[in-house]
Every structure is written in structure tokens, then in C-alpha cells.
């Protein structure tokens, strides 16, 4: 396996400024496969601003990143990426589709791993199951409560058994209890996507384990999830373990 496909996301010494405020510093981290990493920090330490560099919403001043070996800038696989960005929830408010709808939404750049309506509402379950929402299946999405909302993008974010999940403060809206469901739920994921049933599974994942990123302010949770972590601080990321 080369070195990409290994570690599906490298950070490698990051810079960013806004005007002549330095928000970014030297940051450089790498996810590999089958491995989650919390980033923790403060609001306003610069995780978001990571983000959209990550996603190429913003673009380089310093350093490199890649996507499975590519600068996001050039990077087209987004179907090999699950993604939920922060306060996207929002968006939903009054937004005329149901839940299931938004969910196998996610499905619609893998059709040909996921071919038939059948498996398509397997998969739409299974997601929302996981994300702890499976009441929630039908429903006007638009209607929804913030925290609801938060875990149907989840969910949407997760259907397709990306190879890459980013996710910006996944727990933005969710009372105490979501959010340990969450966290619980990110802590298994990668094992979870080590189940391989073969090709022909409607509910199984990709054989080759999920890498995630997971932008997050809440250190207590992130530490008893058992995850990799590391802190960004005064536009600095440091391994904590």
C-alpha cells in the first residue's frame, strides 16, 4: 500500500493569515486508516479555519495538504469523503425534504456500490441507526430540533462508508446525552468499517477501514473516547496521545 492510500489525510506544516493576524502556525498532523483523531481547542483557535482549508474552501498560503495524495484544490473524489461542517444544520431549518431523503442524498456520488432502491434504504437505516436517529426516519427534516438536524447530517455523512470523515464540531446543538451518543458512535467507527461481508452486502462497509478527523471543543469527551488526540493551541497543533 503506498503512502496516500495509507494515511488519507497529511497536514504538512500549515500557515494561514488573515490580513496580519496569523491564525495558523506550522501545523502539520496525518490520519491514517482505521484511525480517528480528535482535535481539540478552544473556540477561535483556528480548527475551523483548518477545515476549510482541508475541504478547499480556503486556499494555501503555507505547506501542503493532501487529500489521498492530491492538494484539495485538485482533489475530485469528494465520494471518498464523508463531511459535516460546522453549523450546517442551520441550513435545514424549513428545508423541503424528509430525513430519509437528506440521508440517501450521501449515496448519490457511490450508486454503482449501491445499486438498487432496496439497498439504498438499507443503508439510509443503518445510518441513521448508528447515529442513534432511526425515529427519525420520514419525518420533514426541516422541522426538526438543532440536535436532530445535527445527527441527519451525520448520518448523510456516514451512509456511503466514506474512506475519510471530516467533521467540524459534530456535537454543535446536541444536549448531553447526543453527544455521548456521538462520540461513542466516532470512538467505534473505524472498527465498525473493518467488517468486510463482501461486495454483494447491502449493509456492509468498505473493507478498508475509515480514517477520521474530528474538529471538536470538548476535550472530556474526546479523551474518555479512547481516540488519538491532538490540541490546537495559539495556532499550534501538539500530540497529546
Known sequence: MDQAAHRPLVVDDVSFSFEDAAVLRHCSLAVALGETLMLVGENGAGKSTLMRLLTGRLSLQQGDIRLFGERPARFRAWGRVGFVSQGASEALVGFPATVDEVVRSGLYSSTSRWRTPDRWRERVAEALQRCGAS???????GALS????????????????????????????????????????????HQHEGHAHGDDCALCLPATPAAALVVTHDLPRAQASGCRIARLEHGSIEEVR
Open 135 to 141: 425515529e427519525l426516519a420520514g419525518r420533514p427534516v
Open 146 to 189: 438543532g440536535g436532530q438536524r445535527q445527527r441527519v447530517l451525520l448520518a448523510r455523512a456516514i451512509v456511503s462508508g466514506p474512506e475519510l470523515l471530516l467533521l467540524d464540531e459534530p456535537t454543535a446543538a446536541l444536549d448531553a446525552d447526543g453527544a455521548d451518543a456521538v462520540f461513542a458512535m466516532l470512538s467505534a467507527h
